[in-house]
């Protein structure tokens, strides 16, 4: 066989490329690569056969890449239709030498996408810049950009919002909101809850978790908000209050560990009957004393 090729491949293995077209004793093989950037290359020729023998020493050879001089870049170009706030965008009349060679890559002023023929869905009002750059075989680029004028659809709705059944492990307690739903096809929703505490605290999570910091009753509101502007809210009432069966933890201190006069004390096997959250103090017994909030002291 023969250990003569072209290079043209940016794999650093020729095998499977010629292996799947073998050739006879003494023919040449060659192989073509996508498009490759200019610059020097040092290319290693080695023939193998069918058995997985190889030449002792690749062949070494020297190529310089040179870019198409006379290429241009691409022109882009697109067309567009919205119905309400769901768009739809045409790059194919872009044009270029080699056409189908492009990529598109779209900013859509609110997201971005890629391909010829994409499509938008927008979640607010507003005035949106849609830019479209396309790339050829050449890495050469044309940008182009349009606006899109999106406003709120006709027969909007607001979000239905929903505080789901809320679960407390003492005063900490998780309001699940995921249920919350809208009707139009689209929107993004925002939260935003508040616990009738004072100070009043709030959260923008959708299942917020909260620690009350006293017993009592409280309203728990959530306001839900599409892109558009439109909100309604939900409320539920809770008490918050210790139960009559609750215990005190019970604390274990684990055997410390001591370099010369520095201990390490450990307070593994430390539970609650309740699974109630836990909060530590510890107390050296020294002069002037020290304390610790930690875990592990």
Known sequence: MSSSGTFTSTSASWRDAFLNSPGSPGSNFSY???????????????????????????????????????????????TFSCTQNVCSFDGRSSTDEATPTLTYSWNFGQGSGSGPV?????TSAGSFVVTLTVRDENNLTGVTSKTVNIAEPAGNLPPTP?????????????FPGSGTTDP????TISYLWSFGDTPVTTSNSTSPSKTFTADGTYTVTLIATDGWGKSASATRTITITEPVSNTAPTPVIGTPTCVARTCTFFSAGTADAQGDAMTYLWNFGDTPATTSTSATA
């Open 32 to 78: 073509t690569s996508p498009v490759i950037p200019s610059g020097s290359y040092t290319i290693l020729v080695r023939g193998i056969d069918q058995h997985g023998f190889t030449t002792a020493v690749p062949s070494e050879r020297h190529v310089s890449v040179t870019g198409n001089t006379s290429n241009l870049p691409p022109v882009a170009n697109f």
């Open 118 to 122: 994409p499509s938008k869905t927008y």
């Open 162 to 174: 929903v505080i789901g059944t809320h679960t407390c492990i003492a005063r900490t307690c998780t």
């Open 184 to 187: 139009n096809t689209g929107d």
